[in-house]
């Protein structure tokens, strides 16, 4: 009796393993950059801040912060295409 439950168990164990099935998601966004980033692009292009990156003001709008050429951390405000500011709304 015992051999033929571990003969079962083994048989349906056995059917389970085969070969893992790897799915992979992907998010498509289109490949299209954000606002913040084309606007982090140009800043960096004007700017060429050191260590720079996108932060958030205390108005919740997005800035260029980086190591000026003077040593000092410095903000730059990131606007759209058409000069308006990028801010987040609540």
Known sequence: MKLGILSALALSLAACTGTPVTK???IDDGGLPSAE???FERAQTQYQYKDARIEW???N???YE???PNGR???QPLTKDNGERIC???
């Open 61 to 63: 709008c997005a800035v």
């Open 66 to 68: 980086g190591t000026a």
């Open 57 to 59: 003001d205390a108005t």
């Open 37 to 39: 980033v084309k606007a």
């Open 73 to 75: 951390r410095q903000q």
């Open 24 to 26: 992979e998601h992907k």
């Open 88 to 90: 987040s709304k609540p």
